[in-house]
């Protein structure tokens, strides 16, 4: 009652609106899935699984399977990031550089990264170097291709007002290329760490001793289903935090553009 | 660089020809154009649209060669852009991540002039253009007249001996518009530059020119040289005289009359 009343007030903005809806909605499917649960569907009900976190969270599983999972996937998102960046440039840039990575990157691109674990487990073991690495092929091939799109989509007008007062190579690369092409970048890192995560779970169900994938190979052998229902939730939390602070950051550091 | 003699042209384009592919296809921008413009000289350009204009300020301003033929400044053949040479293009060209006075700044910046100097410098030429209020500014609040004015104090505040400036009023009000024409004649006979002005309004041109270069297309090509023999300062007065109405007249006849005879 209190929202319908809520909403048909005059003067609510659309968006306070639509925070009004998002809240309503996600409650009403929490309510859905314990009903489900409780006639008849083999599922754990909400609190069964809130009482499975807790339970990891006090013998330490849960923060233990966290900080793995999440230290895994940043090394590898920000070393392949690290990589792309410069790479893109290069193709951008370059015609050399493009003729030489392109055909590589383009191949590697169709190819799941999750599809050369085995490859990458026989060469790498079985340490944390296999699981960064496919990591960082995900956030690799997402992020090198748009750092490209940018380079070379960079409007040539803007390039030669740079010229005509005076810059130079690299300032028109630093101060022109490289602000112009920010916002397909930071697309191309959301792309990546979205990438990186689903990756990374995966590799984790495959071959760890820890993390949230991990929890969840170990949870279904016991046939364990709040915590393979923890599990899902946090992956879901987890990628949702990342992705919103890459897209905070993605606002401040584009708002420059003009959206029309 | 030595001083120029009296005689030599400041900027000299000889027998330019300009082409470009399209669609498998030649276009023909510009043929044969010759035109000297002396030192301190005023020279305005005007033209249908597509006659090339532009085509011919880009390649003085080395961003485009000429096909054939030979572009000169200062006796050398151009060879990119430089700093004595100031540009304003037709598309305002601002860096939309830099606010107003970052976009002054800029070419302030690779020059490499101290922090201090390169504020009090932006700020002058932003007051001089009336953006005082919107110095921090980014590119997006402006309107398009507004941009053009953050252009043409971009371009003043390196302080280039040459001005190539390609419809650089064309987006602003009538009062912006004859402020900005007598402040550009003020610093122009102050400072003495040379200045080519590129314009599709024929009052503008015979207003501000020492010589009104009409140009015609397909090809672009220069059809007319109209001197125009009128005093500075270019006073209200000068605006209202017979003398003006006569030459805008002729002017526009060049310009929009163009197929009947009139060949040079
Ligand atoms: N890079 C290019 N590639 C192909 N054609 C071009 C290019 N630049 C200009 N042209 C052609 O050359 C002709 C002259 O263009 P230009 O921009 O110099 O015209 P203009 O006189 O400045 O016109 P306007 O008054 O509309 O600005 C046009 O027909 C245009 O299509
Ligand atoms: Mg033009």
Redesign the interface.
């Known amino acids: 009652m209190a929202t319908a009343s809520l909403t048909t007030r005059r003067g609510i903005s659309p968006s306070a609106r639509l925070v009004v809806l998002n809240i309503a909605s996600v409650v009403g499917g929490i309510a859905l899935w314990w009903y489900l649960a409780e006639h008849g569907f083999n599922f754990p009900t909400p609190p069964e699984v809130v009482e499975a976190a807790v339970d990891l969270w006090q013998k330490g599983l849960l923060q233990e399977d966290v900080m793995a999972s999440l230290g895994r996937v940043l090394s590898g998102f920000l070393l392949g990031t690290a990589a792309a960046v410069p790479t893109g440039f290069l193709m951008g840039w370059y015609v050399v550089a493009r003729g030489i990575f392109e055909p590589w990157i383009q191949f590697f691109r169709t190819i799941p990264p999750l599809a050369l674990l085995p490859l990458v487990l026989v060469l790498m073991g079985i340490g944390e170097t296999p699981k960064i690495f496919v990591i960082f092929l995900a956030a690799f091939l997402a992020s090198v291709i748009s750092t490209y799109q940018g380079v070379v989509s960079v409007d040539r007008t803007l390039i030669n007002a740079a010229r005509v007062l005076g810059a130079n190579d690299w300032i028109i690369f630093s101060r022109v290329v490289v602000p112009a092409s920010t916002p397909f970048i930071l697309v191309g890192m959301r792309v990546g760490l979205g990438s990186a995560w689903a990756t990374l779970v995966a590799a984790e169900l495959l071959a760890a001793q820890a993390g949230i994938g991990h929890r969840m190979q170990f949870a279904q052998i016991y046939y364990d289903l709040p915590t393979i229902f923890v599990g899902i939730v946090l992956i879901g939390v987890l990628g949702l935090i990342m992705d919103r602070l890459l897209l905070a950051a993605e606002e401040k550091l584009t708002g420059w553009q003009e959206r029309r | 660089m030595t001083e120029q003699t009296g005689t030599a042209p400041r900027i000299s384009v000889r027998g330019v020809r300009k082409v470009f592919p399209l669609k498998g296809e030649e276009f023909v921008a510009l043929n044969g154009v010759d035109l000297e413009i002396a030192d301190n000289e005023f020279v305005t350009v005007v033209g249908p649209s597509g006659c090339g204009k532009s085509t011919l300020l880009n390649i003085l301003?080395?961003?485009d060669s000429p096909t054939s033929g030979e572009a000169l400044v200062g006796g050398a053949a151009v060879n990119?852009?430089g700093?004595e040479?100031?540009?304003i293009?037709q598309?305002y060209?601002?860096?939309?991540?830099?606010t107003v006075r970052k976009n002054v700044e800029?070419?302030l910046k690779?020059?490499g002039v101290g922090k201090a100097e390169r504020r009090e410098r932006a700020e002058h030429f932003i007051s001089l253009v009336g953006l005082d209020q919107f110095a921090d500014a980014?590119?997006?609040m402006l309107s398009g007249g507004m941009k053009q004015r953050c252009a043409i104090a971009?371009a003043y505040a390196?302080n280039p001996e040459i001005l190539l400036m390609d419809e650089p009023f064309g987006a602003l009000d009538a009062l912006t518009r004859v402020k900005l024409q007598e402040q550009l004649l003020d610093t122009w006979s102050a400072e003495k530059r040379t200045v080519m002005f590129i314009t599709h309004d024929v009052d503008e041109a015979v207003i501000l020119g020492n010589r009104v270069v009409v140009m015609a297309a397909r090809p672009g090509r220069i059809f007319e040289v109209i001197d125009v023999d009128l005093p500075y300062p270019r006073t209200e007065e000068v605006r209202l005289s017979p003398e003006f109405s006569e030459l805008r007249n002729r002017v526009w006849t060049a310009v929009y009359h163009q197929s009947e005879p009139g060949e040079h």
């Open positions: 301003a080395g961003l990119g852009p700093p040479r100031g540009v293009f598309q060209a601002l860096f939309p991540w830099l800029f070419g690779t020059a980014l590119p997006k971009r390196v």
